[in-house]
């Protein structure tokens, strides 16, 4: 398709160029005879009307009159035509109607291979004794299961009580149309990783992302290695302690004893004791180390303290011989503020009494009204 976008422009940009070339001539060409016609053209409306003498005169007198003589006049020269560019014809495109096929050659069929084959666990962990299955599908490039192939698989670790089917390393199974599957076992906490090798086409069965399947064996449930003992014995690795409602002066702790299946177990001894800090902090009431007992995987207590200081403390379990440490991994550790000073008490001020204020009363400024006018007596 590139090809042919590329033909196509190329024509279109050549064709525009022939027609621009040609348009270009043309008007060369129209404006060239435009200026010969007006310098050649006379207007004999301007010459005045006389007789035909008279004009012969003129012509045969040789005159400058009208600006050359008849000798000296050049003769009219046509322009050389620009050459016109043919187009050359294009030859004819061939447009595939039909997509080579892209399907894979029949040499791959019916033959297992070693990108398309593909072997599954059905748990990657496990508890010693407890049988894991891997299931092998051998596949073709078309991803179909094929061949009765021979399988052999080995051991790249030193496990000798691992088991295949119940024998001991290395065994040799035969697939069935493509399929095969067997289980493997092992009395030791180890990881054991296996090699499934296609003897009869020569290449090695991986899991999705050509790892060789692995199998962890532990005694525990939970699958962890770092947890190895068996069930019901206090381990150190979920063991742990927790500290809640903290104030300014106590604390409280939780501390839970569990085994590697993460149930809560023993009864156990812990020994409490300070690693740095206030030495007058207290555990219930008693001064460090102190000691108290585990009931049915948990105990709480209460630290307290009357001094401001950051306080790490160090729970050893005596019984099984480990460190209950927090959820981090780290002994656990609180700041205590201290005491909280009391808040002082405000004595009112007393308000001296002060004299009433109240301005006597005014006497009345009206006068008596109707007074009498005194009228004077006359003697006779």
């Known amino acids: 398709m590139l090809i042919l976008a590329s033909i196509i422009v190329t024509i279109f940009v050549v064709c525009l160029g022939t027609w621009v070339m040609k348009v270009r001539n043309d008007l060369i060409i129209n404006m060239k005879s435009f200026q010969n016609d007006s310098s050649d053209g006379v207007n004999y409306s301007s010459v005045p009307a006389s007789s035909s003498s008279s004009l012969d ?9 009208l600006g050359v003589s008849s000798d000296d006049s050049p003769s009219y020269v046509a322009p050389t035509p620009y050459p016109v560019m043919t187009l050359v014809p294009i030859p004819s495109i061939v447009i595939p109607t039909s997509v080579p096929s892209t399907s894979s050659s029949s040499s791959c069929s019916g033959k297992p291979n070693a990108d398309n084959s593909q072997a599954y666990v059905s748990s990657k962990t496990s508890l010693v004794n407890n049988a894991v299955t891997i299931t092998v599908d051998l596949l073709d490039c078309n991803n179909n299961h094929v061949g009765d192939d021979d399988l052999k698989i080995t051991l790249s670790n030193d496990d000798s009580s691992a ?12 697939a069935q149309s493509g399929k095969a599957s067997f289980s493997v076992n092992s009395q030791n906490v180890v990881t054991d990783t296996f090699i ?30 770092n947890c190895s003992t068996a069930a019901g014995v206090p381990n150190s690795w979920y063991s742990d302690v927790y500290i809640s409602s903290v104030t300014g002066t106590s604390a409280r702790f939780t501390v839970d004893i569990r085994d590697c299946s993460k149930n809560a177990v023993s009864s156990d001894t812990l020994s409490i004791s300070l690693s740095s800090g206030d030495s007058s902090a207290q555990v219930d009431g008693n001064n460090l180390p102190y000691s108290i ?10 630290v307290t303290t009357q001094n401001a200081a950051t306080d790490t403390f160090v729970i050893q379990d005596t019984t099984s011989s480990f460190t209950v440490t927090d959820t981090n991994n780290q002994n656990p550790s609180i700041t205590f503020s201290g005491p909280t000073a009391p808040a002082p008490t405000v004595t009112p001020t007393p308000v001296s009494p002060t004299a009433p204020t109240t301005a006597p009363s005014e006497a009345p400024t009206s006068g008596p009204t109707n007074v009498p006018t ?7």
């Open 196 to 225: 499934i090798t296609d003897t009869n086409n020569s290449f090695t069965v991986t899991t999705p992302g050509y790892h060789n399947p692995s199998v962890t064996f532990s005694n525990n449930s939970s699958g962890n290695t």
């Open 163 to 174: 088991r295949v089917n119940g024998s001991s390393l290395p065994v040799t199974i035969k």
């Open 374 to 380: 005194p009228i004077p007596i006359i003697s006779s």
């Open 57 to 65: 005169d003129l012509l045969s007198s040789g005159s400058s009159v």
């Open 293 to 302: 007992n585990v009931q049915n995987g948990e105990v709480g207590f209460t």
